[in-house]
């Protein structure tokens, strides 16, 4: 159980345009999930906490109008990142919780991650 | 500004080793610890976890210290096997869910 995934997991964009990333619950349902992102050989950066029917909320020093977060279902967090530029390549990775455990388990599922490149 | 890249401290074992992986966290208040395996080019993989209340918890092969008084948190991975070789992060839950991650350490098991 507990299982997060993302698509795609790989997306070469050309620099200007828009991307979209998908993280799905397959097996639970989120009220909350979590965008990271992760350049090459250093750690995870919470990006944002994306909320099922409200508005996500980022953390200090992320564009909300550049990294545009959708959460329509309790299974689906999209993130967007609009007018892409190769700064923006990284390893964009979600996770979720399962709050049918809360208070049990904090732990947080994590996706596979998705590789961004910007040319 | 120019961004620099970080060098992830590396630990070498030999298989059959115990291997300690270290990470000091920063904020007093955090009250569970998570330990994530990471292996190339994938997301973190769940370890163990550990709450404030406890210093020590033991799964499969892996135990997770904890010492409050210096911040400070191990994991130990008993028989290392080279399929362990990964990036090991630590992650403290700063409140209203929030993880904060530590820089990482890179396990490598020789065979």
């Known amino acids: ?119 | 500004g120019e961004s620099v890249g970080l060098h992830l401290p590396t630990l070498s074992v030999q298989e059959g080793d115990n291997s300690i992986i270290n990470c000091a966290y920063s904020n007093s208040a955090s009250d569970y610890f998570i330990w994530y395996k990471q292996e190339s080019g994938k997301g973190p993989q769940f370890i163990i976890d550990i709450r404030s209340n406890m210093d020590k918890r033991q799964g499969q092969r892996v135990t997770v210290l904890l010492n409050k008084t210096v911040k400070h948190l191990s994991l130990q991975i008993a028989a290392t096997q080279p399929g362990d070789s990964a990036v090991y992060f630590c992650a403290e839950n700063r409140g209203f869910q929030k993880l904060v991650f530590g820089t990482g350490t890179r396990l490598l098991v020789s065979p």
């Open chain 1, 1 to 119: 159980g507990a299982v997060v995934s993302q698509h795609p997991s790989r997306v070469i964009c050309k620099s200007g345009t828009s991307v979209k990333i998908e993280c799905r619950s397959l097996d639970f349902q989120a009220t909350t999930m979590f965008w990271y992102r992760q350049f090459p050989k250093q750690s995870l950066m919470l990006m944002a906490t994306s909320n099922e029917g409200s508005k996500a909320t980022y953390e200090q020093g992320v564009e909300k109008d550049k990294f545009l977060i959708n959460h329509a279902s309790l299974t689906l967090s999209t993130l967007t990142v609009t007018s892409a530029h190769p700064e923006d390549s990284s390893f964009y990775i979600c996770s979720a919780r399962d709050p049918q455990l809360a208070g049990l388990k904090e732990t947080q599922y994590f996706g596979p991650g998705t590789r961004l490149l910007v040319l």
